[in-house]
């Protein structure tokens, strides 16, 4: 017998895929696999307390990693959050306070989509309010591609970089029925895609919603 937390837990994945399977069977993969979408030209970050996102990733005060940058010695955590709103593809900072000894008022900012913390007095950290999307390529269907997303985009709009549309473009999400719209160029990278509002009982699924373009490079 199947204990009863596994067995829901094979149920729920049974009943994700019902609904967006298509994403996965009889797909591969895209020209890039991921990206993180940032829904507004504003950046805006989740703020969190005494809570360090660099650590083990840095070397030492002052010094870069291959993923995390030093950019400067700050009086406060606002301007340590500019720095990386300022900077392309910053998805986090972490400002160091007075408690954090020789990193004190040291502001450094991530540029990939790992987020790990540690609890750590004085220090505030920023995680850039935005959604991780995946990509598959349908193997049937050579100019189908599938966006699946982590989370529901802010706003209801997901900013896309890499599709390029055309002319002849549909947007559609698996298990729903209504529209979705978006704006983009024929023949230009980047589309911006008008999710529908819904409520919870509305939505195909519970989590890792899926889009599916059409006519799509």
């Given at each position: 017998?199947?204990?009863?937390?596994?067995?829901?837990?094979?149920?729920?994945?049974?009943?994700?895929?019902?609904?967006?399977?298509?994403?996965?069977?009889?797909?591969?993969?895209?020209?890039?696999?991921?990206?993180?979408?940032?829904?507004?030209?504003?950046?805006?970050?989740?703020?969190?307390?005494?809570?360090?996102?660099?650590?083990?990733?840095?070397?030492?005060?002052?010094?870069?990693?291959?993923?995390?940058?030093?950019?400067?010695?700050?009086?406060?955590?606002?301007?340590?959050?500019?720095?990386?709103?300022?900077?392309?593809?910053?998805?986090?900072?972490?400002?160091?306070?007075?408690?954090?000894?020789?990193?004190?008022?040291?502001?450094?900012?991530?540029?990939?989509?790992?987020?790990?913390?540690?609890?750590?007095?004085?220090?505030?950290?920023?995680?850039?309010?935005?959604?991780?999307?995946?990509?598959?390529?349908?193997?049937?269907?050579?100019?189908?591609?599938?966006?699946?997303?982590?989370?529901?985009?802010?706003?209801?709009?997901?900013?896309?970089?890499?599709?390029?549309?055309?002319?002849?473009?549909?947007?559609?999400?698996?298990?729903?029925?209504g529209n979705v719209t978006f704006t983009g160029t024929p023949g230009q990278a980047g589309m911006m895609i008008h999710l529908p509002v819904l409520t919870v009982n509305e939505l195909p699924c519970q989590y890792q919603w899926s889009?599916?373009?059409?006519?799509?490079?």
């Open positions: 017998r199947v204990p009863n937390i596994q067995a829901d837990r094979l149920l729920a994945i049974g009943a994700w895929l019902k609904v967006n399977g298509e994403a996965i069977y009889n797909t591969t993969k895209y020209k890039v696999p991921e990206e993180i979408s940032v829904s507004s030209t504003v950046r805006k970050f989740i703020l969190y307390q005494n809570t360090n996102s660099v650590y083990g990733d840095v070397p030492g005060p002052k010094e870069n990693s291959s993923t995390v940058k030093f950019v400067g010695s700050f009086p406060n955590y606002e301007q340590c959050m500019q720095a990386c709103q300022e900077t392309p593809h910053c998805t986090a900072f972490t400002w160091a306070g007075e408690a954090a000894g020789s990193y004190a008022g040291e502001c450094f900012i991530r540029f990939d989509s790992v987020w790990t913390t540690v609890n750590q007095g004085g220090c505030v950290s920023g995680k850039l309010a935005s959604t991780t999307v995946r990509y598959t390529k349908s193997k049937l269907l050579n100019d189908t591609v599938y966006v699946i997303m982590n989370s529901w985009p802010i706003g209801n709009t997901l900013n896309l970089t890499k599709p390029v549309p055309s002319a002849a473009t549909t947007v559609s999400m698996l298990g729903y029925s889009l599916r373009l059409c006519s799509i490079a």
